[in-house]
T-cell receptor
Framework: GENVEQHPSTLSVQEGDSAVIKCTYS??????FPWYKQELGKRPQLIID?????GEKKDQRIAVTLNKTAKHFSLHITETQPEDSAVYFC????????????FGKGTRLSVIA | GAVVSQHPSWVICKSGTSVKIECRSL??????MFWYRQFPKQSLMLMAT?????????EQGVEKDKFLINHASLTLSTLTVTSAHPEDSSFYIC??????????????FGPGTRLTVT
């Protein structure tokens, strides 16, 4: 089955700096790669996703890149703000319409003002 | 976007009792729902896949006789934790893909249920 590795487990950055979180996956059949932000006690919130036919996607300060050959994808947050502090999870799935997401272990991001 | 609700949002029960958690898709039909469990400072771990009108599929290591799943309709799946013990205390979250919806790839998460077994 799919296995998703996520690094780093914790990340501290100064406000205004960039943050990068990286994930690798094992199943070449996976074709959907979402990123979630989770605040304490709340549900995961989808912040950006990418499909296997796209190499990069950007939404304001957030971008995701995908390298299918190397089986890795990354989340980039620019101009970080204190409210970006949370736990971020990457995930992968070969068919999210009827198969579950496999999550990475998460990255705790702290943005220091 | 599509909405998934869970009830209750939190529950405290005594060891040995059973607790039922409901997961509802409010504005779409979900033939499949997924149940995850999240322990403090850990990731979401899939427990089982709930299929409308058929038996659930459980992940390895999850006791199907302890975690009973019933997907009785296209909008409701229930998870019953039977004979709960303190080690079952966790955050339980359901998710559902919107079958045939415009956002085929997105799965919608419920708000989660915090279970504490004393």
């Amino acid at each position: 089955g799919e296995n998703v590795e996520q690094h780093p487990s914790t990340l501290s950055v100064q406000e205004g700096d960039s943050a990068v979180i990286k994930c690798t996956y094992s199943d070449s059949a996976s074709n959907y790669f979402p990123w979630y932000k989770q605040e304490l006690g709340k549900r995961p919130q989808l912040i950006i996703d990418i499909r296997s036919n796209v190499g990069e996607k950007k939404d304001q300060r957030i971008a995701v890149t995908l390298n299918k050959t190397a089986k890795h994808f990354s989340l980039h947050i620019t101009e970080t703000q204190p409210e970006d502090s949370a736990v971020y999870f990457c995930a992968a799935s070969p068919n999210p319409g009827n198969t579950p997401l496999v999550f990475g272990k998460g990255t705790r991001l702290s943005v220091i003002a | 976007g599509a909405v998934v609700s869970q009830h209750p949002s939190w529950v405290i029960c005594k060891s040995g009792t059973s607790v039922k958690i409901e997961c509802r898709s409010l504005d779409f039909q979900a033939t499949t729902m997924f149940w995850y469990r999240q322990f403090p400072k850990q990731s979401l771990m899939l427990m089982a896949t709930s299929n409308e009108g058929s038996k659930a599929t459980y992940e390895q290591g999850v006791e199907k006789d302890k975690f009973l799943i019933n997907h009785a309709s296209l909008t409701l799946s229930t998870l019953t934790v039977t004979s709960a013990h303190p080690e079952d205390s966790s955050f339980y979250i359901c998710s559902a893909p919107q079958t045939g919806g415009p956002s085929f790839y997105e799965q919608y998460f419920g708000p989660g249920t915090r279970l504490t077994v004393t």
